[in-house]
């Protein structure tokens, strides 16, 4: 079954390589294809000159037209071929492309101007319910009919099939199933109407099957190891279900509520872990195998546990918690699905942390214990360094007195009142670190070994312990929005995270060697960082770029403190990374983010793109450059190079604002370290996956201000768009190089190359359907453009700005000829 998976799942891999939307064919580096920008759809059209053979340009001043060299033969369907007919071509290419077009659909997305949109994102949890709600009334009965059982289990989900319909599928029919005694009762929903939506939820569309998943090397050795495949969307269902009803119970007390938020969201993590789990009737069949289950389970409870009664100062009775626990096994084992053994080992786990959390926090108490015992300022601070000892002295005096988790914290950015940043005093960061390494608190290495072997998230760790600092620190904070709780919470755990791998960390100095090292340091940490970030942005914010980057600045400064100072090149690096995980919660992304700040140092942008005198120019990129600055690197002035009678107007990018673009990007590129973008670099033939995500974007965004008359005119408006942008990046193979990592050709794409692109460009952007234009009518409007680029461009360029001007005019003209058979 597992090789099935594993077959299945790198099955989209071997389509995309086979219809080649993917190759590993690297014969060096080449400029940019038209496939890298639009939709791969195969559609040449065949080329003439007129009916006297004559270029349509060559009846006026423009005869100085020069052939271009090389032409390609057309791809048109001989009419001795079955498919003679357009309507026959059209639906045979579309047939042949439907299928990579599904496989392609998803990584393209990714590269536009949502690109940093994650997987676990607002929109997919918002649709939840309705796709639920839609299966049901889909698939009613066939569902109902597998949950035939009492009559009590079928009048509760019929309850909850008639909620669900009209779009409420999370709320639940809670009951008092249980308590201990007249001093607490415990409510929760009935089994069975848990089960059916559970259910619902797995076989509606809101559900991603692990099958499906592309699982790669680490989902092969997740199977390997018997770990269970964690469906984040899942865990979402489960969140909502969870907000949905544990607000609606009535609590009598303040221990009642706990009790009852506990064994309600343990219930659902148990539920939820057997629906998805793949090993659990092999996990209670075996009894060698059941402290698997228990390592699997145990870390979540915890969790759970330390949330609720973290200063709570709440406490449970040794035989309160048997009673509950015991009526908790009765309550699990009318699970239509039961699992006898893994029931009360779970129970067991319930029990054991619910009493290891009633005698206080256990970790607080081993600090406490180990301080009291041992001096710790000498372990810390150098000699003669009185702050570093009065910030020690300071956290040893707290935890002593019960509070081992506050630090005095320092204000390191308050430029803008809104967004101050506070982060801890690392002095007294590494004193709680060495504490907790050398108490008690801090688990068996062996053992937590084991359990990460097990993907079971060891709570005996620094890393579980930063957590509970990050957490007890920053709900101490006020924040007066959701930016500055995003920032400050952010950074905090950053802070915390970076200081612990300077702490216990062997390869800290293999990092600090160069790039190489940096880029395994990237590859090894900002998948943590960036869920991280996921995990603390309930929505998009928007920062000014001026402000974001000097926010950053600061934290750079703050970090180089003590063993940091030791690794500048390593620390410089990681604010990056924290800088780039940070840009998932972004109303924006990392490029404009980038390019903003690389124009805090620099001025000169127009020096290196204007010529000598050229006023305008200079004026023009100023103008670029103030709306860069502020976050806006996408748009452009546009500039209407053509207009008539009947407002058929075509709008154009200022191109000295567009070398602007190119320019900055490329400053900015050169300093870019991402592997994953390397690899596609290489499978691409060396174009940047970045350079593509600019590009796709900058398009997009300056598409969205065009107001077409009507169908062709957007087609002819948005083609020579397109085709102005294309010429700007292919003229200078210099800076495509540059991207890329080639080596430098000063000879540009050849406009026999560019064809081709421009032809499946048209193709994309009309969406194969048919135009009409007039050819004086398309004649006028090519002249214009033709116009446009010799003023806009450096002189001497003269002969190829007309060849590929002609280029364009021979594209459309073709393109409405082929459509109007």
Not at 196 to 220: H, M, Q, T, W
Not at 353 to 374: C, F, P, T
Not at 606 to 612: G, N
Request: some cysteine; charged content about 25%.
């Amino acid at each position: 079954m597992r090789v099935q998976v594993a077959i299945k799942s790198i099955l989209p891999l071997f389509v995309l390589l086979s219809n080649g939307v993917l190759s590993v064919k690297h014969s060096g580096h080449r400029p940019l294809q038209p496939s890298d920008f639009f939709s791969r759809r195969d559609s040449d059209f065949p080329r003439d000159h007129g009916k006297d053979g004559r270029r349509p340009f060559d009846s006026d001043s423009f005869s100085e037209y020069s052939e271009p060299k090389q032409r390609r033969k057309s791809t048109l369907i001989s009419p001795d071929h079955p498919l003679h007919t357009v309507e026959d071509s059209v639906r045979y290419v579309d047939d042949k492309l439907r299928t990579v077009d599904k496989a392609i659909r998803k990584w393209e997305s990714s590269l536009t101007e949502s690109f940093d949109k994650v997987t676990y994102d607002t929109e997919a949890i918002s649709n939840i319910g309705p796709v639920m709600s839609s299966y049901l009334k889909s698939d009613e009965k066939k569902l109902l009919s597998e949950f035939k059982g009492s009559k009590s289990c079928e009048r509760v989900i019929g309850k909850y099939v008639n909620r669900c319909k009209q779009g409420d599928c999370f709320t639940l029919d809670n009951m008092n199933m249980f308590g201990a005694g007249d001093r607490m009762s415990i409510a929760l929903p009935p089994l069975c109407q848990l089960n059916f939506a559970i259910e619902l939820f797995k076989k509606s569309d809101a559900y991603d099957n692990p099958e499906e998943i592309v699982l790669g090397v680490k989902g092969i050795v997740n199977l390997a190891l018997g770990r269970v495949l964690s469906n984040r969307m899942l865990q979402a269902f489960a969140d909502q279900i969870l907000k949905a009803n544990i607000g609606n119970i009535y609590y009598m007390s303040k221990h009642e509520e706990i009790m009852n938020k506990f064994i309600y969201t343990v219930t659902l993590f148990y539920k939820t872990h057997i629906a998805e789990s793949t090993i659990a009737p092999t996990l209670n069949e075996f009894l060698v195998l059941r402290p698997v289950f228990i390592m699997q389970t145990k870390s979540r409870v915890i969790t759970i546990a330390d949330k609720l009664f973290h200063n709570s100062g709440i406490a449970f009775g040794k035989e309160d918690i048997h009673t509950i626990t015991e009526s908790f096994i009765r309550y699990l084992s009318t699970d239509r699905e039961l699992y006898e053994n893994l029931v009360i080992y779970f129970a067991r786990v319930c029990k054991n942390v619910l009493i290891s959390a009633s005698k206080g926090d256990r970790v607080m108490k081993a600090l406490s214990s180990y301080l009291k015992n041992h001096s710790i300022v000498e372990k810390i601070c150098k000699k003669n360094d009185t702050d570093c000892e009065d910030a020690v002295n300071s956290y040893v005096k707290r935890c002593l007195a019960g509070d081992c988790y506050t630090f005095d914290n320092i204000k390191v950015y308050d430029e803008t009142p809104q967004l101050s940043v506070s982060l801890p005093n690392l002095d007294q960061v590494d004193a709680a670190f060495y504490t907790f390494r050398h108490s008690k608190a801090q688990g068996y290495r062996i053992l937590n070994l084991i359990k990460k072997v097990f993907r079971c998230k060891p709570h005996k760790t620094l890393r579980h312990f930063i957590t509970i600092l990050a957490a007890a620190n920053t709900e101490k904070m006020y924040f007066s929005n959701h930016t500055q709780a995003f920032v400050n919470g952010f950074l905090y755990e950053s802070t915390l995270y970076y200081r612990r791998f300077l702490y216990i960390s062997y390869l800290k100095g293999f990092y600090n060697l160069n790039k190489f090292t940096l880029a395994i340091f990237r590859l090894v940490k900002i998948r943590h960082m960036k869920r991280m970030a996921e995990a603390l942005s309930k929505k998009k914010i928007i920062v000014v770029p001026d402000v974001f980057n000097g926010i950053f600045k600061e934290f750079s400064a703050y970090l180089f403190v003590r063993r940091a100072s030791k690794y500048k090149k390593l620390t410089n690096f990681y604010v990056r990374l924290c800088k780039e995980a940070a840009g998932v919660a972004l109303e924006g992304d990392n490029i404009t983010l980038s390019m903003a700040e690389y124009l805090t140092t620099h001025d000169d942008i127009a020096q290196e793109v204007c010529r000598i005198g050229d006023g305008e120019c200079k004026g023009d990129i100023e103008k670029y450059v103030q709306r860069c600055k502020v976050g806006d690197c996408y748009t452009f002035d546009n500039i209407k190079i053509y207009d008539d009678e009947a407002n058929f107007a075509i709008f154009l990018p200022n191109l000295n604002q567009v070398d602007a673009a190119f320019t900055i990007f490329k400053h900015c590129a050169k300093d870019y370290i991402e592997i994953s973008d390397k690899i596609l670099s290489f499978a691409l033939g060396g174009v940047s996956e970045r350079t593509l995500k600019f590009t796709r974007v900058l398009l997009t965004m300056n598409l969205k201000k065009l107001n077409p008359i009507n169908f062709t005119h957007r087609v002819v408006n948005n083609f020579l768009y397109h085709a102005t942008i294309y010429y700007k990046a292919t003229s200078s193979q210099r800076f495509i190089n540059s991207i890329s990592g080639g080596e430098y050709m000063d000879k540009p794409v050849p406009i026999s190359d560019m064809e081709n692109h421009l032809n499946k460009a048209l193709s994309h952007i009309a969406n194969s359907d048919r135009i009409t234009m007039e050819r004086d009518h398309l004649i006028s409007v090519l002249k214009k453009y033709r116009n446009y680029l010799i003023e806009s461009l450096a002189p001497g360029n003269d002969g190829r700005i007309k060849d590929f001007s002609f280029a364009c005019y021979n594209i459309i003209k073709q393109y409405i000829a082929y459509h109007s058979e």
